[in-house]
């Protein structure tokens, strides 16, 4: 099984639903915001929890691939931008938690969740970043995914995904930016550079198309989540939408895609492609990618390395509250 057995109440029609479901549906029809203290189905809120935290944890978890390339950056400029690149993916899943918190999930929950392997993180990042190129393809085709999929999130239902999503969308243009940078320059660079940047392009093409989930037919939580406006377009939607703004992208580079199908389609206004391999996807997200173990480990290892940290801020706050109560008492 790969998908999450969240108990939704199912797409109902409005005749089949309660009052107040069908009072919540009108509200998200007419396009309203949903806010946390609200009343909203269950399944509303499982699905919210999942696809936040997921969200989150892909934003932690994508650290890791960039920051393995942090001490290793080119020149001093391009290590100051990957550095603040990460950090803003740190902001992103803190900021994320906290949307998912308004939900009554706690963060320890979450990422017990996360390292218990229950829940997910976007399956492009059990993929290795093997040299400085990866770094290029990463800012340009993952960021790019990633904001194809997140423009519209700022849409979403939901009130503290959709703000969320406003600030994230912002950086991740600037991420995007700075990715196609480094691809211009190694295209434009030596025929090594060069090669390289193309070998980036075959390795990370299909793991990014992967990055918008199965195709429709297979996407258990598309119809019900885009009923909600959880989701505003299919996964389909959206990988044909980064096709056929990447493909002149990488024509600009003089890279070519990996790709023997592409081709531009007239009467649909866009490019026929070959589809990712399936399998590998299905591979990957259910723990068997080639750094998913790496990528775990390393998540396992940092929360609890901070154990003793968490542990003193409590202690600190508990110290703290019982000096103000004592002098409270004194001032009795
Ligand atoms: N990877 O019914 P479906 C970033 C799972 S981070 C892993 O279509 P849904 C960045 C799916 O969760 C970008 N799992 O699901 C950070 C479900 O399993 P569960 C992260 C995937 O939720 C640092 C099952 O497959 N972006 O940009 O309707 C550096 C069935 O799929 C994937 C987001 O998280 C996948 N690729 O649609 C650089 C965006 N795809 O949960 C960059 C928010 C599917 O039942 N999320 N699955 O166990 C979404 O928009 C949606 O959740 C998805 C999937 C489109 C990803």
């Given at each position: 099984m790969y998908a999450q057995l969240v108990k939704t109440e199912g797409t109902k029609s409005l005749e089949e639903m309660t009052a107040e479901e069908r009072a919540f549906q009108e509200r998200i029809d007419r396009g309203e915001k949903i806010e946390p203290k609200e009343w909203m189905p269950e399944g509303y809120r499982k699905t919210l929890i999942r696809q936040i935290g997921q969200h989150a944890h892909s934003e932690i978890v994508g650290q890791l691939p960039e920051g393995n390339w942090i001490t290793r950056a080119p020149t001093l400029e391009r290590k100051a931008i990957l550095l603040a690149k990460v950090q803003d993916e740190a902001g992103h899943g803190l900021y994320l938690y906290c949307a998912a918190e308004t939900?009554?999930?706690s963060r320890d929950e979450l990422m017990e969740k996360l390292h218990n392997g229950t829940m997910k993180y976007s399956s492009?990042?059990?993929?290795?970043?093997?040299?400085?190129a990866d770094i290029g393809a990463v800012g340009w085709l993952v960021d790019g995914a990633a904001i194809m999929n997140q423009v519209p999130l700022q849409?979403?239902?939901?009130g503290p995904y959709s703000r969320a999503m406003i600030r994230i969308c912002k950086e991740e243009s600037f991420h995007q930016r700075q990715g196609y940078d480094i691809m211009m320059k190694m295209a434009a660079g030596t025929p090594e550079q060069k090669a390289m940047a193309q070998d980036a392009l075959n390795r990370f093409w299909y793991p990014s198309l992967m990055m918008f989930g199965p195709s429709d037919k297979d996407s258990v939580h598309s119809t019900q989540s885009m009923a909600w406006k959880i989701?505003?377009?299919?996964n389909d939607e959206l990988r044909q939408k980064f096709v056929d703004q990447t493909v002149p992208q990488a024509e600009y580079l003089g890279l070519?895609?990996?790709?023997?199908?592409?081709k531009w389609n007239e009467e649909k206004g866009g490019y026929d492609f070959s589809e990712p391999d399936w399998s590998e996807f299905f591979d990957v997200i259910a723990g068997?990618?080639?750094c998913n173990k790496e990528r775990l480990g390393a998540r396992v290892k940092a929360w609890e390395d901070g154990t003793w940290f968490r542990e003193a801020l409590v202690a600190h706050a508990e110290k703290a509250q019982a000096r103000r109560m004592a002098s409270k008492v004194a001032a009795e």
């Open positions: 939900l009554g999930v492009i990042f059990n993929y290795p970043t093997l040299n400085w849409r979403t239902s939901f989701k505003i377009n299919t070519t895609i990996p790709d023997a199908n592409l068997n990618g080639p």
